[in-house]
């Protein structure tokens, strides 16, 4: 269950860190609503980055380079891909006006993408925002077999190189579960971000350097 108040006057990437830092995250009721929403999970989703699974098939895929991982190298593209409606996905809860501010909080140091690639084409990826040690996943995509699967992966290697110590996916899905993603209090997740925002984590931004092939072969064998 989550509590919702509805916000009318215009969203600012400054009112959305102060949202995110007090545990509150804003959504739309469709791709084209002009009102946001903002919700307050009574118990929220995160994935310990210390107890992270990867499901061995998926290993494989990794460990075989099936794509061309990049971070922040299309994010624009990628928060629209996250906002597309699809076939299997009718509607999804990025309109403009969150995209207007994810974009500048991009633009600003606070939004990262991580992209699947193959053949020089965007098949997949997720983004999210920054914060502190907290990292708030937002919402992925997938044109490809595994490609947000393998985008989640690369995520967690990057967060647990750059120092995070909050994953944060909202809510909890079948998806995420076979992952490790647990749902706890709303309080319990206070708590774990308050902690999280007194450190000052950084998101790395290559993945070709030899401290990141340690860090990804770090999280596959967790």
């Given at each position: 269950m989550s509590r919702r108040e509805k916000h009318n006057p215009e969203i600012t990437p400054e009112l959305m860190l102060r949202a995110y830092a007090a545990g509150i995250f804003p959504m739309a009721e469709s791709h084209d609503?002009?009102?946001v929403f903002w919700v307050d999970p009574r118990e929220r989703g995160i994935l310990p980055l210390n107890d992270f699974h990867v499901p061995k098939s998926l290993k494989k895929a990794i460990r075989k380079g099936v794509f061309d991982v990049r971070c922040n190298s299309a994010f624009a593209e990628t928060l629209a891909e996250c906002g597309r409606?699809?076939?299997?996905r009718r509607d999804t809860w990025i309109n403009p006006d969150i995209k207007r501010c994810v974009l500048e909080l991009h633009r600003m140091?606070?939004?990262?993408?991580?992209?699947c690639?193959?053949?020089?084409?965007?098949?997949g990826g997720l983004y999210g925002i920054s914060l502190g040690a907290a990292f708030f996943g937002e919402s992925m995509f997938s044109r490809a077999t595994d490609a947000s699967k393998v985008a989640l992966v690369h995520l967690v290697a990057q967060l647990q190189l750059g120092g995070f110590r909050l994953l944060?996916?909202?809510f909890v899905?079948?998806?995420l579960a076979r992952f490790g993603?647990?749902?706890i209090p709303a309080r319990e997740y206070l708590i774990l971000l308050e902690e999280a925002l007194k450190y000052q984590a950084v998101f790395p931004a290559k993945t070709d350097s030899e401290a990141w092939e340690e860090a990804l072969e770090n999280t596959l064998n967790q």
């Open positions: 609503a002009e009102t409606p699809t076939a299997t140091g606070f939004a990262h993408s991580v992209e690639w193959q053949n020089d084409v965007l098949v944060d996916t909202q899905t079948d998806h993603v647990i749902e």
